[in-house]
T-cell receptor, first 109, second 112 residues
Framework: RKEVEQDPGPFNVPEGATVAFNCTYS??????FFWYRQDCRKEPKLLMS???SGNEDGRFTAQLNRASQYISLLIRDSKLSDSATYLC??????????FGQGTELSVKP | EAGVTQFPSHSVIEKGQTVTLRCDPI?????LYWYRRVMGKEIKFLLH????????ESGMPNNRFLAERTGGTYSTLKVQPAELEDSGVYFC??????????FGPGTRLTVL
């Protein structure tokens, strides 16, 4: 079993749609959780950290459920510029990052 | 402020050759990480330096890979001899704390 598992993609949505990505992690001792965004042939960039209380940044909302070992990302009013691969990431021992395989999002006009 | 830089951006070599990848972290960042993404797989951790010391090298695939960070500044990752399965994108990241790792643009390695 992979340490971090994500919804298979790709997600193809029209502009303005709301899209949700889900992710589960296997290590119950994990402490830090993130969503990264990766554009084609570019490096991953931190989108947002995920906290137990949930957190919001503009059109993006992240949620963490420790009991279910489940992380989600909700994007509202999606824009063409949101097209990218979204990576669910968990902090491992010593600070190393453990990545999911990523979910590709394509927002169409 | 300059970000993490990596050199070269692309490298195409033949099986059996040697390649050395370089990473320059953000100035002042003690933590330096190497990761790799092979085709169709997730990005995977290779190793972690704190200053010049190897903190965790549990992700290194085998002894054909050698990483160094002399002086605690830039790091090199040498693959010798390269095999076909070493092809992928090698990312370097640096941080001052575990919660904010900044990635370099990666080196795309192709072994023929």
């Amino acid at each position: 079993r992979k340490e971090v598992e994500q919804d298979p993609g790709p997600f193809n949505v029209p502009e303005g749609a709301t899209v949700a990505f889900n992710c589960t992690y296997s290590n119950s001792a994990s402490q830090s959780f993130f969503w990264y965004r990766q554009d084609c042939r570019k490096e991953p960039k931190l989108l947002m950290s995920v906290y137990s209380s949930g957190n919001e940044d503009g059109r993006f909302t992240a949620q963490l459920n420790r009991a279910s070992q489940y992380i989600s990302l909700l994007i509202r009013d999606s824009k063409l510029s949101d097209s990218a691969t979204y990576l669910c990431v968990v902090n491992g021992q010593g600070g190393k990052l453990i990545f999911g395989q990523g979910t590709e999002l394509s927002v169409k006009p | 402020e300059a970000g993490v830089t990596q050199f070269p951006s692309h490298s195409v070599i033949e099986k059996g050759q040697t390649v050395t990848l370089r990473c320059d972290p953000i100035s002042g960042h003690d933590n330096l990480y190497w990761y790799r993404r092979v085709m169709g797989k997730e990005i995977k951790f290779l190793l972690h330096f704190v200053k010049e010391s190897k903190q965790d090298e549990s992700g290194m695939p085998n002894n054909r890979f050698l990483a160094e960070r002399t002086g605690g500044t830039y790091s090199t990752l040498k693959v010798q001899p390269a095999e076909l399965e070493d092809s992928g994108v090698y990312f370097c990241a640096s941080s001052q704390n575990p919660w904010s790792q900044y990635f370099g643009p990666g080196t795309r390695l192709t072994v023929l």
